[in-house]
């Protein structure tokens, strides 16, 4: 019985989906019999966040399930790195498609500080700090990111169409 109540990256999606399900009715049913472009537009770009979240969940699920090595500090590294970047990966969408201001500054800071505890994560294992990813909406840097927190790093995250 105990096994069923184990919590694991497939459950966790799974449970995603059920919430996902459960939210989807009440903006189905809630649709005018004419829905104006602005509500179309609206129900287009709430399924595009969805979608992108749904896919920023899966993978840092799936990169966070990294095999042991037998070195503990590696191995919380190689877990948290992948959660840390969904943390972006989500805060970067919400930058691009949300519009409650609070909610806006806060996934900045999240990339911020994501962006800074990941580059500290890598040095603490030895790892260079400047290969960090871009955001999936995003191309790859020309160069080198010289500081996670400096002005370059959040360019990386935020281009035109992200900036509000």
């Not at 996902?20 to 509500?39: D, G, R």
């Not at 709430?46 to 749904?54: I, P, V």
């Not at 800074?116 to 160069?143: S, V, W």
């Amino acid at each position: 019985m105990w096994r069923i109540l184990k919590p694991t990256p497939c459950k966790a999606i799974f449970a995603a989906r059920v919430l996902i399900a459960l939210a989807l009715p009440p903006l189905v049913f809630a649709h005018e019999a004419h829905p104006s472009m602005t509500t179309v537009a609206a129900a287009a770009t709430e399924q595009a966040f969805l979608n992108d979240n749904e896919t920023a969940m899966a993978k840092m699920m799936t990169d966070m399930a990294a095999k042991p090595s037998g070195d503990i500090d590696r191995d919380f590294a190689a877990m948290m790195i992948p959660h840390h970047q969904g943390a972006i990966d989500m805060a970067v969408l919400e930058l691009r498609d949300g519009r409650n201001e609070q909610l806006r500054r806060i996934a900045q800071e999240i990339i911020v500080d994501q962006l800074q505890e990941i580059a500290a994560m890598k040095l603490a294992i030895g790892q260079p700090a400047t290969d960090i990813a871009p955001a999936p909406t995003q191309a790859a840097p020309a160069a080198p990111i010289a500081s996670p927190h400096s002005h370059a790093g959040m360019q990386m995250i935020m281009s035109p169409t992200t900036a509000k």
